[in-house]
């Protein structure tokens, strides 16, 4: 079968939530000559889609390995994903602060991070100074759905800390 037939079903399967497919369509071009990142990418999201975030890391970095030396900042993102959902606080700020060493303004690792210290660290100042920043970005981007998760992760801050008009 032709590796790009393979890739589309797997992307679509993972679009329809068909994880098993998925990962089995992704498997397949992982084992084909001359692998691409894509393949990659595709078994590291179905896998974190399961919940399957430790089995997802070696899709995720070997993804990072293949790609563009520009878009690696995405890959990292994606592991520090895994390890904020292994509860492993310091890989997972490691991933995000080096995502963000690559690309300064990309937003959800800015969001991740906030969602590290304020769920992980209970630290509201580094959480709000991070969507803050996250927020300035959106706004200036048009980044309409991350400024969305930013607001709610804002109004969560408040309300915990009782500071209800910023709420």
Excluded at 10 to 25: V, Y
Excluded at 130 to 150: D, G, M, T
Aim: charged share 25%; aromatic share 14%.
């Amino acid at each position: 079968m032709h590796e790009t037939s393979i890739e589309e079903a797997g992307w679509c399967c993972l679009k329809l939530k068909q994880w098993q497919q998925a990962e089995d369509w992704f498997t397949k071009g992982t084992l084909l000559e001359g692998d691409t990142e894509t393949f990659w990418e595709g078994l590291g999201l179905t896998l974190a889609q399961q919940k399957k975030y430790v089995e997802a890391l070696p899709g995720f970095k070997k993804g990072r390995e293949l790609c563009h030396i520009l878009h690696g900042y995405y890959y990292d993102h994606l592991i520090g994903q895994c390890y904020a959902n292994l509860n492993d606080f310091y890989r997972a700020l490691g991933h995000y602060t080096k995502c963000l060493n690559a690309n300064p303004t990309y937003t959800n690792a800015l969001n991740d991070i906030a969602t590290l210290y304020f769920n992980e660290e209970g630290d509201m100042d580094t959480a709000i100074n991070y969507l803050k920043k996250a927020e300035a970005i959106a706004e200036s981007n048009k980044e309409y759905s991350i400024l969305q998760i930013i607001y709610m992760n804002l109004s969560r801050i408040y309300r915990k800390i009782k500071e209800f008009e910023l709420q």
